[in-house]
């Protein structure tokens, strides 16, 4: 997967954490080559499924954490890998509702996994070996 570089970060399920997560985002893709327009994608979707693991993952649960971890690709073109880690019971990605469906369209919320599905290249929702759920993530520059 990676070139042995990866950073990870394990963060309080606290808001205020969210700038730190964003620094280390921003950095680490520019680091691996990404352009600005990836960079700014790559934080759309962190930041969206940080706070998605702190809220719904965790509960808002200051004890638990959040488990971020940013690996360069060694592919051709400059890309990124992000595995996003909660401490909560888990979900099944597929029992969400489509937040295109008519009676969905006006709720203000349930809209994240989909946009982070827009933003990234690649997305995988499943449990995490150590517990909780996971997000891995894969974006490429200019794809």
Known sequence: MSNGQTVRLDVPSTYDMIDVVQVVSDAFARAAGLDDDAV???WLAVRESVVNAMRHGNGNDRAKR???EFAPLNEA????????RDEGPGFDPASLPDPLA???LLKSSGRGIFLIRSFMDELTIRKASEGGTEMIMVKRQGA
């Open 66 to 68: 959040v488990h971020v």
């Open 40 to 42: 700014h994608w790559i």
């Open 77 to 84: 073109r400059p890309a990124i890998w992000i595995r996003v």
């Open 102 to 104: 008519p009676e969905n």
